[in-house]
């Protein structure tokens, strides 16, 4: 069980009583969650609760106010942002930036690390974009250039992934395939992979285990399974109901 793996192996990354915000502005507060290797862990809330402020605090983005972060039994949450993505932390922020200018083989070829995801592997992860090798990457669809930057962050070999809502705003086919192409990458290699997420139907069904964050704090801590069938439980803390 999902519950067993994460405390059975030693976490890939460990968040301790984590505040942090914008300057003076205090956005979270006292966050404690693990994340073990192989490991999917959505983060889930309303919006404006701080998901993304959370992302971005692990990558190192935000004024630390308080507490650790712990990669692979490293401190990080001090070292800057290019160590930590160094170490094996790739981040696909919410707001989807592709080289827009080069093609996506050029998007793909000029951030490849060495490791597992050479472009032809992204390509057979991403039909879509290897159909499109030779396409700027401003003429693709929204779609297709989330796949570019999803493709692009494993191209730098992470060891964990993060990625902040990959399927906000995008066709139900397409969310399918992103989706799919997600569960395989995982499949494919050890990646470790925290998902922020509105869509929590389709956060909870992919997934391991789930934080609920409200006004930056964790309010619940579940297995996603156990959290999709409590409809009752999920209203209250995201207010799903229309
Ligand atoms: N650069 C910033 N400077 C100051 N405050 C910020 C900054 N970015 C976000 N905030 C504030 O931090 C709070 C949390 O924002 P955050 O973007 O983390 O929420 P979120 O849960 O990701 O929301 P959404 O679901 O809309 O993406 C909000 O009140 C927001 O206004
Ligand atoms: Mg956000």
Redesign the pocket.
């Known amino acids: 069980m999902a519950t067993d793996l994460a405390t059975d192996l030693a976490p890939v990354l460990a968040v301790s009583n984590l505040s942090a915000?914008?300057?003076a502005?205090k956005?979270?507060h006292g966050i404690d969650f693990t994340v073990a290797r192989g490991e999917m862990l959505v983060?889930i809330?309303?919006?404006?609760?701080?998901?993304?402020?959370?992302?971005?605090t692990i990558c190192g983005l935000?004024t630390l106010q308080g507490g650790t972060i712990t990669f692979n039994g490293q401190r990080i949450e001090k070292l800057p942002p290019f160590r930590r993505n160094r170490l094996g932390i790739g981040w696909v922020p919410?707001e989807r930036e592709v080289f827009a200018s080069l093609t996506v083989a050029e998007n793909l070829g000029i951030v490849y690390r060495g490791g597992p995801w050479t472009t032809e592997a992204l390509y057979g992860l991403f039909p879509r974009l290897a159909e499109r090798r030779r396409s700027y990457a401003r003429l693709l669809s929204g779609g297709e250039q989330q796949m570019l930057v999803i493709a692009r962050a494993l191209a730098t070999d992470p060891t964990l992934l993060l990625l902040?809502?990959p399927v906000?705003g995008l066709a139900p086919l397409i969310v399918q395939e992103m989706i799919a192409a997600i569960n395989r990458m995982r499949r494919e290699s050890a990646l470790t992979i925290i998902m922020?997420e509105?869509k929590h139907d389709i956060a909870l069904a992919n997934s391991d285990r789930c934080i609920v964050?409200d006004h930056?704090a964790v309010v619940h801590a579940a297995v996603s399974a156990e959290l999709l069938a409590d409809a009752a439980l999920l209203e209250r803390l995201i207010g799903v109901a229309e």
């Open positions: 915000g914008y300057g502005a956005i979270l983060v809330g309303r919006n404006g609760v701080g998901k993304t402020t959370l992302i971005e935000t919410q902040d809502e906000e922020v509105q964050i930056g």
